[in-house]
Structures are given as C-alpha cells and as structure tokens.
C-alpha cells in the first residue's frame, strides 16, 4: 500500500494541469504562425509540419486529459491519502518551512513531516519508502531524519524498484 498526503494528490493534479497548459500555449503559438508561414512562398512543408504538430498536440493534450483520470483512478485503489487533518503536522511543517537548515517550502514541509509521522508510526512494523523526483528533499538534515525514522528516500524510481522487489524476495 501507498500511503500519500491529500497534498500529494493536489500537486499532482496541479502538474498535469500546469504541463496541459503549457502544451496547449505552445499550440497556441503554433496556429498563430501557421498563418504568417503560408504567405511566404517555399515553406508548404514548414507549414505542413507545424499544422500536423498542432493536430499532435490536440492528441497530447487529450490523452493528457484521459490520463490525469485513469492514473488518479489506478492509484486510488493503491494508494491510501491521508487526509486527517493534523494540526500538529500543519505547525510542524510551518517552522520547518521557516527554518533554513531545511530548505524546504511550506508544501515539502508538509510532505516531509507526513513522511516522518509515518516512518515513526511504522518504523518497527513495515519498510517505510519514500520516491520523490523533487530534489528539494536531498538536504542533509532532512536525509538524517527521515533515516533516523527508518525512511529510506529514492530519488530514482528504478532504484526503489530494486528495492521493493528486494524487500519482496
């Protein structure tokens, strides 16, 4: 089971939206020069390129669309948020925000004192795993930590794979 704060859920939600725009802003871009090109002579090809390219990312975007949903629908019968509200959690998270040693923002501190909450709640239990590909979480105190609660933090989804399949063998 995969145990994620409801934040993580928004900020992947939150992803998908910013990446959906910035390719629809990018097909924007496209149509508006689509019709500066076809006046200049000997770029039909340039022009035909660009307006299947447009067409693509009609495709992209939808199965962006399509995606957002059927991965959110896969891993909510994987996954487990935690949506309890913890006021110690919020306060937590809101000095370790302001402390420098951290380095993290208000949204990573949250994640990292959930993280630590659940590596103390399983530490003798269960193997705790923690895969991020934001590297705002490769700081040494927050490293120290999380090792301290029996978190082990992978930063490459391969190498926590190895890891899970070890675990499992």
Not at 22 to 32: F, H, M, P, Q, T
Not at 43 to 70: A, I, M, T
Not at 141 to 150: A, F
């Amino acid at each position: 089971m995969v145990i994620a704060p409801k934040i993580s859920n928004v900020e992947f939600k939150a992803i998908t939206k910013h990446e959906r725009t910035a390719w629809l802003n990018l097909k924007g871009s496209i149509e508006g020069k689509l019709k500066d090109i076809s006046r200049y002579k000997g770029f039909k090809k340039l022009y035909n390129n660009l307006d299947e390219s447009r067409s693509e990312l009609d495709n992209l975007v939808r199965s962006l669309d399509r995606s957002l949903h059927e991965v959110l629908e896969i891993l909510s019968n994987l996954m487990f948020f935690f949506e309890t509200e913890l006021p110690l959690q919020d306060s937590m998270a809101f000095y370790i925000s302001k402390d420098p040693e951290y380095g993290l923002l208000f949204e990573d501190a949250l994640v990292f004192s959930f993280v630590k909450l659940v590596g103390k709640s399983l530490e003798h239990e269960s193997k705790v795993l923690f895969l991020t590909g934001d590297r705002d979480f490769d700081v040494e105190k927050v490293l120290k930590e999380l090792s301290e609660v029996g978190v082990e933090v992978y930063f490459n989804s391969g190498e926590c794979l190895q890891r899970v399949k070890a675990v499992l063998e």
